[in-house]
T-cell receptor, first 107, second 112 residues
Framework: RKEVEQDPGPFNVPEGATVAFNCTYSNSASQSFFWYRQDCRKEPKLLMSVYSSGNEDGRFTAQLNRASQYISLLIRDSKLSDSATYLC????????FGQGTELSVKP | EAQVTQNPRYLITVTGKKLTVTCSQNMNHEYMSWYRQDPGLGLRQIYYSMNVEVTDKGDVPEGYKVSRKEKRNFPLILESPSPNQTSLYFCASATTDTYGYTFGSGTRLTVV
């Protein structure tokens, strides 16, 4: 079993759609959780940290369920500029990356 | 501007010719790390450093060396590059283990 598993992509959605990404992690002792965004051939950039109580940043909402070892990212009212690969990342001392889920938002 | 700077951005080299990819951060971060990214395999950690003179192997350290003589610099050394080290490399840094990493812009290495 992979340490961090994400939904397989790609997700192709129309502008304005709501899209959800899911991620599971295998180590219950994992310390911190993040979502990163990576545009084609560019460096990953931190999108948001994920807190136990859930957190929101504009159109983006992240949730963490420690009991189920599950992380999610919800994007509301998706924009063309949201097209990218979204990486679920878990910290256990070092960062462990999921494979990423590709999102393509179409006009 | 707070950033992680990698050089070079692109490099084509021949098998066996030693090379160094430099990485520098201006944020006074303790943690630094090198990753490689390959299609279908995602980001894999090569080496990391928790502070000056403290380095440790990641998941794929074979064929690579690192050093951390100063807090800001964390070079990646390929003593004898081989074609299977053709990849996209990222350097990253972080301030504590509760925060995510800031990544450099990447180095696309081709070994022929």
């Amino acid at each position: 079993r992979k340490e961090v598993e994400q939904d397989p992509g790609p997700f192709n959605v129309p502008e304005g759609a709501t899209v959800a990404f899911n991620c599971t992690y295998s180590n219950s002792a994992s310390q911190s959780f993040f979502w990163y965004r990576q545009d084609c051939r560019k460096e990953p950039k931190l999108l948001m940290s994920v807190y136990s109580s859930g957190n929101e940043d504009g159109r983006f909402t992240a949730q963490l369920n420690r009991a189920s070892q599950y992380i999610s990212l919800l994007i509301r009212d998706s924009k063309l500029s949201d097209s990218a690969t979204y990486l679920c990342v878990v910290r256990e001392g070092k960062l462990i990356f999921g494979q990423g889920t590709e999102l393509s938002v179409k006009p | 501007e707070a950033q992680v700077t990698q050089n070079p951005r692109y490099l084509i080299t021949v098998t066996g010719k030693k090379l160094t990819v430099t990485c520098s951060q201006n944020m006074n971060h303790e943690y630094m790390s090198w990753y490689r990214q390959d299609p279908g395999l995602g980001l894999r950690q090569i080496y990391y450093s928790m502070n000056v003179e403290v380095t440790d192997k990641g998941d794929v350290p074979e064929g690579y060396k690192v050093s951390r003589k100063e807090k800001r610099n964390f070079p990646l050394i390929l003593e004898s590059p081989s074609p299977n080290q053709t990849s996209l490399y990222f350097c990253a840094s972080a301030t504590t283990d509760t925060y995510g990493y800031t990544f450099g812009s990447g180095t696309r290495l081709t070994v022929v």
